[in-house]
């Protein structure tokens, strides 16, 4: 209880350091017009007494002066900034008395800017500061709204994103499904390959080991076979709890924005971050080095393992779930990072699959301890499992590096590139499996067992299949991978790579130009929501969209649009605008991916994709959305149906 309150006292002063920080200075700024491109900013403030804030000290390495940032790129100061106050040079103890020059009292600061075409008609933008007071220091940031005269609000025809005439709950025709956020069948999936995942850690190097420690734990403790069933029964549910509890922070933090499971699946920073990940848990899997929690923590939780009844029940579990993580961390990264777009429960579900698989032989070896006499010992073929898992991790890893080089554009790894590098590593799988490549801790002339010749020409079959893939010919869709290398859109070929493969109808991107063209043609609008870093999405294009009748009915009856909602490009400076949602809450759209994820969010009550509406040319919700469908001829029901209710 003391250690509880302390850390509360310790977290109220860090909030409350915070606060200080952010309300330690307001400042209050004007523009003022010099030409067409060319504004001064005039910010004026009062440092609060005992406080110095710092000017320009160019002899004091990491101290910045008062800086202005601005929320739109094309803006820039274009001189140095001018200081109207009282001055004064102290030795400063912060700085290890040093002379330093400081502010006190008011203060006004006098910056320049020019602007680069488009002239907003608010400025939007941040003044950071620094201060100190004897041995304290303060960074501290305010942002603020100016008035350009001048400019103009941002002129885009998508800026109202909500569409009255869309009532969800009322489409005009009753055909396909209701759709929710997340169906049963979807949670159910994402438990499944959860549970899937947590068979595939049963077999690695760290859990494996462990079977045979926790055995002996529990025999010591069961004195007879009812104990011995409670023990294990308790033993199991915790494993399974750790991992259910491990997904609380995402329900709470999926209070605060709907689309942010999205946002961090999608993110460019967090996807790299998995590719290094992967990359360095490849490289330790290969046998170049070992990879360990410090031993600190492994042992508190281990000695925390010695107490009686539940205590110590509870910390073996959290023992065998620490421990065995530097195995299961990728794993459950695949987990996070896959279901993350659906929201938190998907996230649980795949947790509690995952959980269930590790719990539920840690328990039954734990009710009969006499089955460890059974288990085959740890020796070649679990260093042989090992490596295979490590040229997985391999391939893994560029799939993250996929995502994050989808979303920004780069194009680094164009889907012929991202195949090739699969063709490198499935060739190496094959060349160890039969002997030929040697890895640490291999030997020359060591024996190879049927089961790992059997994977090594499952290997070898897998990379063979995978070599279309580099071609622009009719065999290069590569069905059994959909949804992991990039779309074929996305090729060294360029877009007309689809052709023969995929939809080949005019797709646009942008609803107001779909709105146009359905009124032109009269038909309806089919709504994509889509992402570039979408696996399911991928399936649908190119499993069921290529299918002759569903392509040829979709090029035939219906304007398609297809909307990203992960796209990061930033839009123009004249169209970024900040939306107020139904809810009243100030959204700043920037990319096209946040107008197009608030487009959905706004009118159709979900943020996972895909997801598929179709529309009239008064923009009336014809029949009801519809999610991943994989059955061609379901799809294709769908959108007859709603391409006879148009017609009406």
């Not at 220091?137 to 603020?144: D, G």
């Not at 460019?268 to 360095?280: D, E």
């Amino acid at each position: 209880m003391k250690k509880l309150i302390l850390v509360l006292l310790v977290f109220a002063a860090v909030l409350n350091s915070f606060a200080q920080s952010g309300n330690l200075l307001e400042w209050s700024v004007q523009a003022t017009r010099i030409n067409d491109s060319t504004y001064q900013l005039t910010a004026t403030t009062n440092i609060p007494e005992g406080w110095n804030l710092y000017g320009d000290n160019p002899n004091i390495d990491g101290l910045t002066p008062v800086v202005f940032t601005y929320g739109l790129e094309n803006i820039h100061n274009s001189n140095q900034a001018k200081y109207t106050g009282k001055s004064i040079q102290i030795n400063d103890p912060i700085w290890e008395n040093k002379s330093v020059l400081v502010y006190n009292g008011a203060l006004s600061i006098d910056q320049q800017i020019t602007i680069n075409g488009f002239v907003p008609a608010v400025l939007k933008g941040t003044v950071s500061a620094n201060l100190g007071k004897k041995d304290e220091f303060q960074t501290t940031e305010f942002n603020f709204n100016a008035t350009l005269e001048g400019g103009k609000a941002a002129a885009t025809a998508n800026n109202q994103l909500l569409i009255t005439t869309i009532d969800i709950a009322k489409p005009l025709n009753n055909c396909g499904a209701t759709n929710t956020p997340v169906s049963n069948n979807s949670l159910l999936s994402v438990f499944f390959l959860g549970f899937l995942g947590g068979l595939i850690a049963l077999l690695t190097p760290c859990v494996f080991p462990m079977i045979p420690v926790t055995v002996s734990f529990f025999t010591k403790r069961s004195q007879n076979r009812q104990q011995a069933i409670k023990n294990g029964v308790l033993y199991g549910f915790f494993i399974w709890l750790i991992y259910i509890l491990a997904s609380i922070p995402f329900h709470i933090l999926g209070n605060v924005n709907p689309e942010i499971f999205n946002n961090i699946s999608t993110n460019s920073t967090l996807n790299i971050v998995f590719f290094i990940i992967f990359i360095f848990f490849a490289i330790s899997f290969f046998g170049f080095f070992e990879i360990s929690l410090p031993s600190s923590i492994a042992g508190k939780a281990d000695a925390k393992s010695g107490l009686g009844s539940l205590g110590g029940i509870f910390f073996m579990a959290l023992t065998l779930a620490i421990v065995s993580f530097s195995c299961t961390g990728p794993i459950l990264g695949s987990l996070l990072v896959g279901s993350l777009s659906g929201g938190a429960w998907p996230l649980t579900s795949g947790l509690a699959g995952f959980g269930l698989a590790l719990a539920l032989p840690f328990a039954l070896f734990a009710i009969f301890p006499e089955w460890l006499k059974s288990l085959p010992k740890s020796g070649g073929w679990l260093d042989t499992v090992k490596k295979v898992l490590a040229f997985a991790e391999l391939a893994l890893a560029f799939k993250f590096l996929s995502n994050a080089d989808l979303v920004m554009h780069w194009g680094l790894l164009k889907r012929e590139v991202f195949i090739g590098i699969w063709i490198l590593i499935g060739a190496g799988l094959t060349l160890y499996l039969f002997g030929i490549l040697r890895l640490p801790h291999d030997y020359k002339g060591m024996k190879i067992g049927r089961g790992r010749k059997l994977a090594g020409i499952i290997a070898l079959g897998f990379t063979l299949y995978l070599l279309p893939g580099v071609t622009p010919g009719k065999y290069a869709n590569l069905q059994l991978l959909s949804g992991f290398p990039p779309p074929l859109s996305y090729s060294i070929y360029g877009k007309d790579n689809v052709k023969g493969k995929g939809l080949e109808a005019n797709v646009v991107n942008d609803y107001q130009k779909a709105l146009q063209l359905s009124k032109e043609q009269n038909k309806p609008i089919l709504i994509d929501f889509t992402g570039w870093a979408c696996v399911n999405c991928r399936k649908m294009e190119e499993n069921v969209w290529s299918q002759p009748a569903v392509l040829e009915y979709i090029k035939n009856n219906y304007i398609l649009v297809s909307l990203y909602v992960d796209d990061k490009a930033k839009l123009p400076v004249e169209q970024r605008f900040t939306y107020t949602t139904k809810d009243g809450a100030q959204k700043p759209i920037e990319t096209a991916g946040d107008m197009w994820a608030t487009f959905q969010a706004e009118n159709f009550n979900q943020v996972t994709q895909p997801l598929y509406a179709i529309l009239n040319s008064k923009e009336q919700l014809i029949n009801h959305p519809v999610g991943y469908t994989p059955d061609a001829a379901t799809y294709l029901e769908w959108l007859t149906c709603g391409k006879e209710s148009f017609s009406k």
